[in-house]
């Protein structure tokens, strides 16, 4: 079965550091582009960041500096590290998986249950 | 950045109507994503290339636009459908999603 766990979310305080992981199963991350997204009551679905299985990353500006996103391969498991976490990254962190080919559809088919980040002092 | 707009943020309806909702890009995108999500649960995809339904996703879900103006349609509601609905973009990154649309019991 083609799914995603997330785990690592919790409670930090501002300025803090907080790494989410996303164990997936059914298919290798290296070969498929994908994401991580967040979600607030007052937001609503905000993108994080991407990762190609070429290895390309991409980020929104907000996070940009701050939240790297890598893969372990050999583990099948794709990361956020968050660094200087604020009140404003409080949110439900999903990872996602590109469906088929990102270039034909630009869509996410497989999502993780969700980690619950909370930022506060 | 694309700025997605969708409207509207909510609508109440009965088992059986058709509802519409519409998604308005910024900026003209070559095609859109919709998903569904229901109350403490991820994302479900919908429809990917604006109209293209995900398998196994029901045929009453239909997807139409172009440029700037994107519409959802379920034609005949049913009571598993109550839920918020999200339009997103991947044109250019930063990928955007529009603000939901609640699809309440009327």
């Known amino acids: 079965e083609v799914q995603l766990v997330e785990t690592g979310g919790g409670f930090i305080q501002p300025g803090g550091s907080l790494r989410l992981s996303c164990a997936a199963s059914g298919f290798s991350v290296s070969r498929k582009y994908m994401s991580w997204v967040r979600q607030t009551p007052g937001r609503g679905l905000e993108w994080v960041s991407m990762v190609y299985s070429s290895g390309t990353t991409y980020y929104t500006d907000s996070v940009k500096g701050r939240f790297t996103i890598s893969r372990d391969n050999s583990n099948n498991v794709m990361y956020l590290q968050m660094n200087s976490l604020r009140d404003e990254d409080t949110a439900v962190y999903y990872c996602?998986?590109?469906?088929?080919?990102?270039?034909?559809?630009?869509?996410?088919?497989?999502w993780g249950q969700g980690a619950m980040v909370i930022v506060s002092s | 950045d694309i700025q997605m707009t969708q409207f509207p943020s909510s609508v109440s309806a009965s088992v059986g109507d058709r509802v519409t909702i519409t998604c308005r890009a910024s900026?003209?995108?070559?095609?859109l994503a919709w998903y569904q999500q229901k109350p403490g649960k991820a994302p479900k995809l919908l429809i990917y290339?604006?109209?293209t339904l995900q398998s196994g996703v029901p045929s009453r879900f239909s997807g139409s636009g172009s440029g700037t103006d994107f519409t959802l349609t379920i034609s005949s509601l049913q009571p598993e459908d109550f839920a918020t609905y999200h339009c997103?973009?991947?044109?250019?990154?930063?990928?955007?999603f529009g603000g939901g649309t609640k699809v309440e019991i009327k």
């Open positions: 290339g604006t109209s």
């Open positions: 900026q003209g995108i070559s095609w």
């Open positions: 997103q973009q991947a044109n250019s990154f930063p990928l955007t």
């Open positions: 996602a998986k590109a469906a088929g080919e990102w270039t034909e559809t630009g869509a996410f088919d497989i």
